[in-house]
């Protein structure tokens, strides 16, 4: 009985060595994946690491776009600059200013403040421009910030005068037609 049961830990360990060996031979053999949050397979199988998102990867845009969300369906108020009411420029500066970046109180004025980003470059966190109810117009008239950017497709959160603060995204043709630029403020916060 003795020899039997040593006969079957000694099959067992052997078994678990060789298994051991493949896993270890398999793992090895598995390619590195990569996409926003995967986790990464090494050489060195006791080695995993995690690719990190955009807002990962700067806590600083996180913490500024949960805040921000945080702000979803307070009223548009003319002027207004609290959890009372927002007006559009209202809101981006409050939202900045938690975070040790004074923006001025007027979309026009926000225009100018930071780097001018292409379109295709704009990221989560970058302040985004229009021209106000006239298409026409060439004088910028509104700001929002951008949340998330998935190919040409832009989403951002604003204060709007029909709705309060809410999410609209670029694509739409109020705001394709009244689009002006975007603007990078982020760096400045990088900078304190």
């Known amino acids: 009985m003795t020899k039997k049961m040593l006969l079957t830990?000694?099959?067992?360990v052997s078994f678990g060595i060789v298994h051991a060996q493949?896993?270890?031979?398999?793992?090895?053999?598995?390619?590195?994946?990569?996409?926003?949050?995967?986790?990464?397979?090494?050489?060195?199988?006791?080695?995993?690491?995690?690719?990190?998102?955009?807002y990962e990867q700067i806590p600083l845009v996180s913490n500024l776009l949960d805040f921000a969300k945080e702000h979803l369906s307070i009223r548009y108020r003319s002027g207004g600059t609290t959890k009372k009411g927002f007006d559009c420029s209202g809101f981006t500066r409050f939202c900045f200013s938690q975070f040790?970046?004074?923006?001025?109180?007027?979309?026009?004025?926000?225009?100018?403040?930071?780097?001018?980003?292409?379109?295709?470059?704009?990221?989560?966190?970058?302040?985004?421009?229009?021209?106000?109810?006239?298409?026409?117009?060439?004088?910028?008239?509104?700001?929002?910030?951008?949340t998330?950017?998935?190919?040409?497709?832009?989403?951002?959160?604003?204060?709007?005068w029909n709705g309060g603060v809410r999410y609209d995204y670029l694509h739409a043709s109020y705001y394709q037609h009244r689009?002006?630029?975007?603007?990078?403020?982020?760096d400045m916060i990088a900078e304190k």
Do not use: M, Y
């Not at 830990?9 to 067992?12: C, E, I, P, Q, S």
């Not at 990569?34 to 199988?45: L, Q």
């Open 9 to 12: 830990a000694l099959a067992a």
């Open 22 to 54: 493949t896993v270890s031979t398999v793992t090895q053999s598995v390619p590195a994946v990569t996409d926003s949050k995967t986790t990464v397979r090494h050489e060195d199988p006791t080695v995993t690491t995690t690719s990190k998102s955009f």
């Open 100 to 146: 040790g970046i004074s923006l001025p109180h007027s979309s026009a004025a926000q225009g100018n403040v930071g780097e001018s980003i292409n379109k295709s470059d704009a990221k989560p966190g970058d302040l985004i421009l229009f021209k106000g109810h006239s298409s026409r117009g060439s004088r910028i008239g509104h700001v929002g910030l951008i």
């Open 148 to 160: 998330e950017v998935v190919g040409d497709q832009i989403k951002f959160i604003h204060s709007a």
């Open 179 to 186: 689009f002006v630029g975007v603007r990078r403020v982020i």
